[in-house]
C-alpha cells in the first residue's frame, strides 16, 4: 500500500524585532485536507501494516470532537477499508447531525458505537476488546489518539535533514505519539518541548515508553484548564495570530501550542539567536464544532 500525500514547508513567522530569536513553523497541517498533520504521521504505518495483515476493518475510539476519527474515517474510504469508531458519550447517538465531526465521520462510511464514559475507560482491557470482536468480527485496533509503535515511526519522520538549523522543536502534546517521533529523530543539538493540552502528570510515562533520551521537557502551564478548555484570551490570540501571519490554528492543540510559544518567547526563555521550529499537527477540522459551542455560551467566534 502506497501512503503517501502531499508535503509540509517551512514557513517563516514575523516577530517584533526586539525578540533576538528566529520562529518558524512547519505546516503539517499542508499535507492533507481531512488526512493532516499528526493523524497522517501516525496512521501511515499502522495503515500499511493493517494491509499487509489482511485486515479489511479498523477500529479506533475518540471523542465527539476528535481529529482522529475524522482522519480515520476518511483514510478507511480513500484506501479501502472499513471503519468503526468506538465513540465517548451515549448522549451522542441522537445528535450526530448536530456535531461537524461525527457527521463528516459518518458520509465517508464509519460506524458508530456509542459507550458510555465509565465503559469508555474500558477501551483498553482486554475483556472489553474481545467483547468487540464478538460483535464486530476481525480488525486492526488503531489506539485512541493513533499512538503506538508504528505511529511514533511515522512521527519520527516530521523531522527533515533541512531542520537541523533549528535549537528548539515544540509541539503540542496530546497521547503523546507526536513529541516521542520528534524526540527520537531530533538531532543532539536539539530541544524538544511538548505542551500538553490537557491538564494531568501521566504524559511524562506515556512518553517514556517509545523513547531512551533525555532532550526533552514538557511545559504544562498553557492547558487553559483541559482538554479543549478555551477563554476569551486564546480565541482573540487565534484570531489575531491568523490575521498577522495568515495561518489557522486550532483551539484545542495548536492554538494553546502558540500561545504558549510566544510566552516564553516574551518571557525571554530562549536564549538570544535561537532559532525555533513550531509543528503544525492540523486538527483544523475541529473548529467548527468549537465555533457552535462558543456560539451557545455567547463567545467570539474562531475566524
Known amino acids: 500500500m502506497i501512503f ?6 517551512n514557513q517563516p513567522i514575523k516577530l517584533p524585532q526586539k525578540f533576538d530569536v528566529e520562529l518558524y513553523i512547519k505546516r503539517e497541517d499542508k499535507i492533507h485536507k481531512h488526512i493532516s498533520g499528526n493523524k497522517y504521521r501516525k496512521l ?7 494491509d ?46 448536530d456535531n461537524a465531526t461525527l457527521q463528516f465521520a459518518k458520509v465517508n462510511g464509519m460506524h458508530f458505537k456509542f459507550v458510555s464514559r465509565s465503559d469508555y475507560r474500558e477501551k483498553n482491557s482486554d475483556g472489553f476488546l474481545q467483547q468487540l470482536q464478538k460483535e464486530f ?9 493513533g499512538t503506538n509503535a508504528l505511529a511514533v515511526k511515522g512521527c519520527e519522520e516530521i523531522l527533515s535533514d533541512s531542520d537541523t538549523m533549528f535549537d528548539y522543536i515544540c509541539c503540542a502534546v496530546g497521547t503523546g505519539g507526536t513529541i516521542s517521533g520528534l524526540i527520537n529523530s531530533a538531532k543532539l543539538h536539539q530541544q524538544i518541548l511538548g505542551f500538553p493540552a490537557l491538564k494531568g502528570d501521566f504524559l511524562s510515562s506515556n512518553i517514556s515508553k ?26 482573540e490570540f487565534i484570531n489575531q495570530f491568523k490575521h498577522m501571519q495568515d495561518i489557522p490554528l486550532d483551539p484545542v492543540y495548536t492554538g494553546k501550542l ?44 474562531i475566524k
Open 137 to 145: 468480527g476481525k480488525f486492526y485496533c488503531v489506539p485512541e489518539g
Open 4 to 9: 503517501n500525500l502531499g508535503q509540509s514547508i
Open 52 to 97: 499487509k495483515l489482511g485486515y479489511t476493518t479498523l477500529l479506533t475510539f475518540g471523542g465527539a470532537f476528535s481529529n482522529h476519527i475524522a482522519a480515520v474515517a476518511f483514510a478507511g474510504q480513500k484506501f479501502g477499508f472499513k471503519t468503526i469508531g468506538i465513540i465517548r458519550g451515549e448522549e451522542l447517538e441522537d445528535k450526530i447531525n
Open 44 to 50: 501511515k504505518y499502522n495503515l500499511q501494516e493493517a
Open 210 to 235: 517509545f523513547v531512551t533520551r533525555s532532550n526533552w521537557k514538557l511545559i504544562t502551564n498553557f492547558h487553559f484548564g483541559g482538554y479543549a478548555k478555551i477563554n476569551v484570551e486564546l480565541i
Open 258 to 301: 502558540m500561545f504558549g510559544v510566544y510566552k516564553l518567547i516574551e518571557d525571554g526563555f530562549f536564549p538570544k539567536r535561537s532559532k525555533i521550529l513550531v509543528i503544525h499537527t492540523g486538527g483544523l477540522q475541529g473548529i467548527a464544532g468549537m465555533n457552535k459551542r462558543l456560539k451557545q455560551k455567547k463567545l467570539p467566534l
